[in-house]
């Protein structure tokens, strides 16, 4: 049975840091891309990085990098989010994605994404 299952969230002042896990069970990763996205209230959900296991590229939206690093567990199935010098803008749920035969170059398209976690809450409030 394909699952994934998001850890780590949590309430954070500004400027702290966090670490997300995805455990991805059933997946033969190397077929797949695996991202986080997220949802703030009242906004669509986006976007956030993405990593293909097979070329171990990357993708970062603009307002993450040199903020946030995505990276592969030495636990094969788990991908990990590093979130550091998170602002309130951060805030939202974040949700672990799978996409099939992903694309080098055309990496975290929501629409592609073929499996869905079900998200942890990250707060960054004073």
């Known amino acids: 049975q394909l699952q994934l299952v998001e850890s780590g969230g949590g309430v954070v002042q500004p400027g702290g840091s966090l670490r997300l896990s995805c455990v991805a069970g059933?997946?033969?990763?190397?077929?797949?891309?695996i991202g986080w996205f997220r949802q703030a209230p009242g906004k669509e959900r986006e976007e956030v990085s993405c990593?293909?296991?097979?070329?171990?590229?990357?993708y970062y939206t603009e307002s993450v990098k040199d903020r946030f690093t995505i990276s592969r567990g030495n636990a094969k199935n788990t991908i990990y989010l590093q979130m550091n010098i998170l602002e309130p803008e951060d805030t939202a749920v974040y949700y672990c994605?799978?996409?099939?035969?992903?694309?080098?170059?055309?990496?975290?398209?929501?629409?592609?994404?073929?499996?869905w976690g079900q998200g942890t809450q990250v707060t960054v409030s004073s």
């Open positions: 990593i293909k296991f097979g070329d171990d590229s990357k």
């Open positions: 994605a799978a996409e099939a035969s992903p694309v080098t170059g055309q990496l975290c398209h929501i629409a592609l994404q073929d499996y």
């Open positions: 059933g997946f033969n990763l190397e077929d797949y891309a």
